[in-house]
Nanobody, 123 residues
Framework: QVQLFESGGGSVQAGGSTRLICAAS????????MAWFRQAPGKQREGVAT???????TYVDSVKGRFTISQDNGQNTLYLQMNDLKPEGTGMYFC?????????????????WGKGALVIVSS
């Protein structure tokens, strides 16, 4: 069982940056695929970025080159650095963990979820 707690985000102007933090209740290093999902108002939740057991990262096309997922294994912490934010980046951002093999940004694959952190990007 892993508990996940997101923090960070808030209100940001378009073009600005912010960082999301996900604190895990135990070490996820090497044992979990970690991911960030986003749910924009009125839309379905979508996978934004993943980081695999070996550190391999993937990103949805819309954030490539602007977002960076990383983890501090000693602190049991996952990060999402978001730069050059756009208004369409507004939404709830969720941290998630997949205990199985593989690492896809798919909701159905995730075993544990945080409650989310709100990011509002104003133009």
């Amino acid at each position: 069982q892993v508990q996940l707690f997101e923090s960070g985000g808030g209100s940001v102007q378009a073009g600005g940056s912010t960082r999301l933090i996900c604190a895990a209740s135990k070490s996820t290093y090497g044992g979990y695929c970690m991911a960030w999902f986003r749910q924009a108002p009125g839309k379905q939740r979508e996978g934004v970025a993943t980081i695999d057991h070996d550190g391999t990262t993937t990103y949805v096309d819309s954030v490539k080159g602007r977002f960076t997922i990383s983890q501090d294994n000693g602190q049991n912490t996952l990060y999402l650095q978001m730069n050059d934010l756009k208004p369409e980046g507004t939404g709830m951002y969720f941290c998630a963990a997949d205990a199985g093999w593989g690492c896809r940004p798919a909701e159905g694959d995730m075993d544990y979820w945080g409650k989310g952190a709100l990011v509002i990007v104003s133009s």
